[in-house]
């Protein structure tokens, strides 16, 4: 399944370089984006120059913005909005900042060294909660992808019959061992997918697993000398251990919930009050980028070119742009066409903050202990989730807003969830801490 | 706690063979083992080095050590957060070392609770009131949290035992001091503490239908 390729490069794309500041102290981001296949912004995408802001009281306060993110497929639209100049239209020049670990991610956010970061939907909830050390007000301006995750079993498994989670179940009860699966970060979206299936398949992850933390990149690595079982990720790493030989993928993510959120582009609450514009203007930008991305398949190869590169994700172009088109396989042999694959607009049902989506993320977050008390999942998510700048921001790039702050989705246990009654929700699992 | 005493955990950042020449990670690799030449040089007990995998926070349990220190930019940090989460109860100061000189992001860092250290050229002296101050911040900032989360918990408390004697005045037309008399007697009957009984009574309620 190759990719077809233009037969002459030079008259489709054009060398792009990444505007990345040198004077930036992270040495990784010292790196021009050279050779990767990217249409020249403005014209090709039909950007009028000048921007769409009236110089005055819309303009943005402040006009450069350091936007962290991950090495993962999901933060292509942040870098997108960057490579193809949709900040500039919105009067804002985005620098894109790659990160070594959401810990690292959630310190920049939390001490203003980064205005924002392409970020883990729990981790927001995490800080805004004071779950894990610092506490403070948080603000999701938009989701930047549903779908797209996986759970990878290693070949060792797979080979005795764990392909799936009904599989894993039965060998956990045979051979009794201790079984060691790896999440993203404690209060992150991989954790809360990871302990929902195995939960879903009669597993209590809390009691009869051991479960770690592992920076994304290092997954496949952490599989191949035998240190785990299992392990829930974003794409491109679940694919890469297909291609690697190493494991198998037992579940995707939008089989536990289709179209679930995933990554936001999270900043502090602080900074919307300070910069609203500056907030409105970048979540435009990005929502553009969003929109480019869903339009075409060449689009989503061209932005699989962009962010193989080193700078981003550093990975081949063919690890990342498989699944980003649905085409998945299992690496036993089985493969299919997802229709759920990882979506980053879909007529903007994917960007709108919901509520009942950051309520949802609380709602595990009670179930599984790190939450100690039910908090009051409405209000804090209404303060959260900025609906309102998501609105206005959706009003200059032209997408379409949902009616309702709530949806309503049922997920691979049977269970719906609705945003209504958040704390009967969180007590109604069978499994919990 | 004089500076030998401090037992300190060093955690190194492990390297992908593929990118050992890399320019970064050689940086990387030089800051780690300036510090460590700097923690010995001001006589400091690093009791050990670890690598970050995924046996670092077992080892950790098993040390007990009074600080650690990572890089700030290693990406066995969220490994950590594994510990600092399993750990909130007692948890232990973190300190960050970066190359990052920018006094105001130090500040900012130091404010949100993060003891960052500033390594420009990492000079030996500069180690002590740095780590020094790391652990006094520490010491302060978790006698304020602390106490925080105990008047926290009291108000929680308060709240629940104030909604149940509603519920009690409500159902049963009793007084405000009847209600509480009830509640504390049920509590001493049953050896329970007045707000778990509270919260009992809620529960029971919600079950029923309030």
């Known amino acids: 399944m190759s990719i077809q390729t233009p037969k002459n490069k030079s008259e489709d794309f054009t060398t792009v370089e990444a505007h990345l500041d040198s004077t930036q102290t992270n040495l990784q981001r010292r790196h021009f984006l050279q050779g990767a296949a990217v249409v020249a912004g403005a014209g090709v995408v039909g950007l009028r120059s000048g921007g769409v802001w009236a110089a005055g009281s819309d303009k943005p306060e402040k006009e450069e913005v350091r936007i962290g993110f991950i090495p993962l497929t999901d933060c292509a639209s942040i870098v997108m909005a960057s490579v193809l100049g949709f900040d500039k239209k919105y009067g804002i020049k985005i620098i894109p900042t790659k990160e070594s670990s959401w810990a690292s991610v959630r310190d920049k956010l939390v001490n203003g060294e980064l205005d924002a970061a392409h970020v883990l939907y729990g981790l927001i909830y995490g800080v805004q909660m004071g779950v894990s050390g610092n506490k403070k007000d948080m603000a999701v301006l938009m989701t930047l992808n549903n779908n797209g995750q996986a759970i990878t079993l290693s070949k060792k498994l797979a080979d005795k019959g764990a392909v799936d989670g009904a599989g894993l179940a039965k060998l956990m009860q045979m051979e009794k061992r201790e079984y060691t699966f790896a999440h993203t970060l404690p209060t992150g979206t991989h954790a809360m997918w990871l302990n929902y299936w195995m939960a879903a398949h009669g597993i209590n992850p809390l009691k009869e697993a051991k479960v770690i933390t592992v920076p994304p990149p290092q997954m496949v690595a952490n599989m191949r000398v035998g240190n785990m079982d299992g392990y829930c990720v974003g794409e491109p790493w679940n694919h890469r251990a297909i291609a690697d030989g190493i494991g198998i993928t037992a579940a995707t993510t939008q089989d536990i919930w289709k179209d679930h959120p995933e990554k936001v582009l999270g900043t502090s609450a602080e900074f919307v009050q300070k910069y609203p514009n500056t907030a409105r203007a970048m979540t435009a930008a990005i929502l553009e980028a969003s929109r480019w991305i869903d339009a075409s398949l060449t689009n989503k190869n061209k932005m699989a070119e962009t962010i193989a590169d080193k700078a981003y994700v550093n990975t081949s172009v063919d690890v990342i742009n498989q699944r980003i088109m649905g085409r998945y396989q299992n690496g036993m042999g089985k493969t299919w066409d997802d229709p759920n694959y990882m979506k980053f607009f879909n007529d903007g049902a994917v960007n709108f903050p919901y509520l009942s989506d950051g309520m949802w993320f609380m709602t595990q977050h009670k179930r599984w202990g790190l939450l100690k008390a039910d908090p009051d999942y409405l209000a804090v998510a209404k303060a959260v989730n900025r609906i309102d700048v998501y609105k206005d921001a959706a009003a200059m790039a032209k997408v379409a807003v949902p009616k309702d702050a709530m949806r309503s989705s049922k997920l691979m246990d049977g269970s719906v969830w609705d945003g209504k009654n958040p704390a009967a929700y969180a007590a109604s699992f069978k499994i919990k801490a | ?210």
């Open chain 2, 1 to 210: 706690m004089k500076a030998a005493s401090l037992r300190i955990v060093v955690v190194n950042t492990v390297i992908p063979v593929e990118n050992e020449q890399e320019s970064h990670v050689q940086a990387q690799l030089a800051r780690s083992r300036a510090l460590r030449i700097g923690l010995l040089q001001a006589g400091y007990n690093i009791i050990a080095v670890l690598p970050g995998d995924l046996y670092m926070t077992e080892r950790i349990a098993q040390l007990q050590p009074d600080m650690i220190i990572i890089d700030a930019e290693s990406d066995a940090r969220d490994v950590l957060e594994h510990m600092v989460l399993a750990t909130r109860d007692a948890p232990r100061p973190i300190v960050l070392f970066t190359e990052d000189s920018d006094q105001s992001n130090m500040a900012a860092a130091m404010e949100a609770g993060v003891s960052a250290y500033v390594v420009a050229g990492l000079q030996t002296e500069r180690i002590k009131p740095v780590l020094d101050v790391a652990m006094a911040r520490f010491n302060a900032d978790q006698k304020l949290r602390s106490e925080l989360s105990d008047t926290k918990a009291k108000l929680a408390e308060r709240k629940t035992i104030e909604r149940a004697k509603g519920l009690l005045m409500e159902r049963h037309q009793l007084s405000e001091n009847d209600a509480y008399q009830r509640l504390r007697k049920q509590a001493m009957e049953k050896n329970l503490k007045l707000a778990d009984l509270a919260q009992r009574v809620l529960d029971v309620a919600d079950l029923l239908g309030a």
